[in-house]
């Protein structure tokens, strides 16, 4: 259950003579917590501590504050909807959260009460959850089931590449439907046979799970588009890679082979290593 804080200022002057009667202004702050209670139900209230206190033309200026944590009445009748969220790591397409029984008014209603916010068409996130280490990695794989996150966009996960992507790359098999996503955008390229299906990781992104290629497999997959990408970026790639110490040069040209770029890897693996 959210509790909202509403931080409360308020100002009095005191003169000489109420100095040492500070005990009005205390009674008048926990009036107002009352007054809140009365007009909002459930209020967990305390009085703040005096902050500072000091000397203006025979006037003391007592600030003081105040918090009021409010329960949001509002989530009361989403509670059994949102501990679903909670169970897929706050994250539900369209899709499955029809199929887990729940309407779609009910997620438009969330999303107008702020409970629930569109990150993309057709998916939906709590809004009161962290926020999102890699969301375009994390929407996209929500909609592209089939999707593997592949070339520039591999690269930059596994910090091969200087490059800033600018679309999410995703392998598909020949013939799969593409993914309507209108946001982020998205650059699809088609695979087939162990080109597709070899050399895929699991990652856990912001609760998603996300399929992506190896460094290995995403540095022949780069090669093997080099014309269109750039001869600069698979070297750069090729070269950041040399240089770790977890690199497998037998899985580097095992993915070369399926890609039939051996030969062109080949004379750089052997110049670097």
């Known amino acids: ?31 107002i917590c009352c007054s809140l209670s009365a007009l909002c139900g459930k209020v967990s209230h305390k009085i703040g501590k005096i902050i500072s206190t000091h000397n203006t033309n025979q006037t003391n200026h007592l600030h003081l504050f105040t918090s009021a944590g ?13 501990e679903v969220f909670q169970k897929h790591n706050g994250i539900l397409r369209m899709a499955e959260a029809i199929e887990l029984g729940i309407t779609r008014y009910t997620l438009y209603k969330m999303r107008d009460e702020g409970i629930v916010e569109a990150i993309s068409r057709g998916v939906y996130r709590l809004t009161d959850i962290e926020g999102m280490s890699n969301p375009d990695l994390a929407t996209v794989a929500s909609r592209a089931t089939q999707g593997i996150v592949c070339l520039i966009s591999a690269l930059s996960f596994h910090e091969l590449t200087t490059q800033v992507p600018h679309a999410v790359d995703i392998a598909l098999p020949r013939g799969a439907e593409l993914p309507r996503i209108d946001y982020p955008p998205i650059n ?36 093997k588009y080099r014309n269109k990408l750039g001869q600069d970026v698979a070297l750069e790639a090729l070269q950041m890679w040399a240089k770790r110490k977890e690199r497998n040069i037998n899985m580097l040209m095992k993915y070369a082979k399926i890609c039939r770029v051996e030969k062109v890897i080949r004379p750089y693996v052997e110049a670097l290593l």
């Open 1 to 31: 259950m959210a509790i909202l804080l509403y931080p409360l200022k308020i100002s009095h002057n005191f003169t000489d003579h109420e100095e040492n009667d500070q005990g009005n202004l205390l009674f008048f702050m926990e009036n």
């Open 188 to 223: 699809t390229y088609w695979f087939s046979g162990d080109a597709y299906s070899e050399g895929i990781e699991m990652h856990t992104i912001d609760g998603v799970s996300v399929r992506i290629y190896t460094p290995e497999k995403s540095i022949a997959d780069i090669f």
């Open 70 to 82: 409010i329960m949001s009445e509002m989530r009361k009748p989403f509670e059994n909807v949102i």
